[in-house]
């Protein structure tokens, strides 16, 4: 773990909870209201905040990490996007899917989590390529 890492992990964090407060606590919000029965009340939420936290500097972290080991001699914003998309597919857009089967949440619903999200990720992985621009590649 060097500097460069712990910055971008920082930073990471940093975007992706904004992000994150943006997409869920502001774009979904009045979705999200409609929707009683699935999410806990707001007052209760507050309790589990530090677990928002929590996951959110795993998936930071993490995010840096797997960038960190697959950069390559390529222009960064290019090689971001296509990270961000290749996360997305791997995580955003399943997980919602997923959830759509074994919940009763509403298909449009689940079609703004999944652009929302996907655009957030494309979002962090430019991120990332930027913060490791000029970076040599690993072997």
Do not use: C
């Amino acid at each position: 773990m060097n500097k460069k890492f712990l910055i971008a992990w920082i930073v990471l964090f940093v975007a992706w909870f904004i992000g994150s407060f943006i997409v869920h606590g502001v774009l979904l919000s009045a979705d999200y209201m409609h929707l009683t029965s699935l999410f806990r009340a707001e007052r209760d939420q507050q309790k589990y905040f530090p677990w928002m936290i929590v996951a959110h500097v795993m998936l930071s972290g993490a995010l840096v990490w797997i960038y960190a080991r697959g950069v390559e001699s390529k222009p960064w914003l290019a090689q971001g996007v296509r990270f961000g998309i290749a996360v997305a597919f791997l995580t955003t857009v399943p997980t919602y899917i997923i959830y759509f089967a074994v919940q009763p949440m509403p298909g449009e619903v689940v079609v703004k989590q999944i652009v929302f999200d996907g655009i957030l990720t494309v979002v962090l992985g430019a991120i990332v390529a930027w913060l490791y621009r000029g970076a040599p590649a690993r072997p």
